[in-house]
């Protein structure tokens, strides 16, 4: 009797196995492109479809209605699962038609390889077309307020106010969203005063793409203010200084250091509030000569990208639409070399699927697949 009453908790613990392996065959939780299921592809609609969740988002990979039209047309695409679930008539249609032509079809295509004259190609292609349409990701931290007054938080805002300004002098840079990252290290358990070190700096150009860092340090204002006996309101001059570093995350080293401070004679205010005319005066000045000088170094920088996650054939790119990828763009697998050298060829992927706030998805057509150690840069832009 007692072992009949056994047999029935064989089942369960053969699912629970299969279950353990799944998960531990998954992909990492840090990473931002990643397999669901999310709490909405538990729904019937989606039970028998693949979801991927980048950046908190939700996508349902479909294939093209216009994949047979040939060209740089993908062959899959990623909807938003809202807008899937909305045109799921639309999308089951295409994937009955493929499946038909799947079944009525004899005709079997080889897998194409790569010529003697292809790999030729791939060691001597060191040519690149320009690239100052691509834009390259910076993390600009909230600075370290050292402000006089201990009811003034000022290291938040003024990080914020020179994002904006730097925003309007350069095309070529992106930035980054500080809170996301700050929240995504506390998942991590690292601490976001960690930003600057080597290894969190490298980490963060592997998950988010993030080619610099920008650090920094806030002093004062100290607002100065005379009175004569017939000035009730009085003469107002203030001064303040930033200290910031610019962190390559690649390398983790600091690439460039600044120190500005405005010029106190500028600031001068008289009459009422003159003491908050100065001050505004002072952030004016500090701002507008910091993010001059920081947007002339990060322009300089070389754009790359990463491969966040490589499955099968197809490999998962940090950058997409809003970096400057289009689709049919070919992509170089470097290995980097030397200082002020481009480093060794060894693949080259051809981009098919942009989809996310800034993702996209390659295949492999010629090399090796890009690994940890590898950057991805334009080779040719052939992307509409």
Same mark, same amino acid.
């Given at each position: ?113 790569? +010529?003697?004259? !292809?790999?030729?190609?791939?060691? *001597? #292609?060191?040519?690149? $077309?320009? %690239? ?5 990701? /910076? ?51 690292? +601490?976001?005063? !960690?930003?600057?070190?080597?290894? *969190? #700096?490298?980490?963060? $150009?592997? %998950? ?5 860092? /920008? ?77 001059r000088s920081l947007s002339r170094e990060l ?34 697998v470097l290995r980097p070399g030397f200082p ?30 890009p690994d940890g150690e590898d950057i991805l ?8």
């Open positions: 009797m007692e072992s009949n009453a056994k047999k029935p908790n064989f089942p369960v613990f053969c699912i629970l196995f299969i279950f353990f392996l799944l998960f531990a065959c998954s992909t990492p939780s840090w990473l931002p492109v990643k397999k669901g299921p999310p709490h909405k592809a538990k729904t019937k609609e989606l039970v028998n479809k693949e979801v991927i969740i980048i950046d908190k988002h939700e996508y349902v990979k479909v294939l093209n209605p216009r994949g047979s039209e040939g060209g740089n047309q993908p062959k899959y695409l990623f909807i938003p699962v809202e807008e899937y679930l909305a045109k799921k008539e639309t999308f089951t249609a295409v994937s009955l038609k493929v499946e038909e032509k799947k079944g009525t079809s004899t005709d079997i295509t080889p897998i194409s390889t790569s +010529s003697v004259q !292809d790999k030729e190609t791939l060691a *001597t #292609s060191v040519s690149v $077309s320009p %690239v100052a349409h691509l834009k390259k990701k /910076v993390l600009v931290t909230h600075f370290d307020d050292r402000a006089t007054s201990v009811e003034e938080s000022l290291g938040d805002w003024l990080a914020e106010r020179l994002i904006k300004e730097m925003a309007q002098r350069s095309v070529q840079v992106l930035f980054t969203d500080y809170q996301m990252v700050k929240e995504f290290l506390e998942k991590q358990g690292v +601490s976001p005063s !960690d930003m600057g070190s080597p290894n *969190t #700096s490298k980490w963060l $150009s592997e %998950v988010f793409g993030i080619h610099a860092i /920008v650090l920094g340090d806030l002093t004062g204002p100290y607002v100065f203010t005379t009175k004569e006996t017939k000035d009730q309101d009085g003469v107002s001059t203030a001064i303040m200084k930033i200290e910031t570093k610019i962190v390559d995350t690649f390398s983790g080293k600091v690439l460039k250091s600044f120190s500005v401070q405005n010029p106190v004679v500028q600031t001068k205010e008289r009459g009422a509030f003159s003491d908050e005319k100065a001050k505004g005066r002072a952030f004016a000045l500090t701002i507008s000569d910091l993010s322009d300089r920088l070389e754009w790359f990208c990463r491969a966040a996650k490589i499955e099968g054939e197809e490999v998962y790119i940090n950058a997409g639409k809003l970096s400057g990828l289009r689709v049919g763009d070919v992509m170089d002020g050298e481009r480093g060794e060829v060894r693949g080259k992927i051809q981009i098919l699927t942009i989809f996310g706030m800034d993702a996209s998805i390659g295949k492999l057509i010629q090399g090796k697949k840069k334009l080779s040719v832009r052939q992307g509409s």
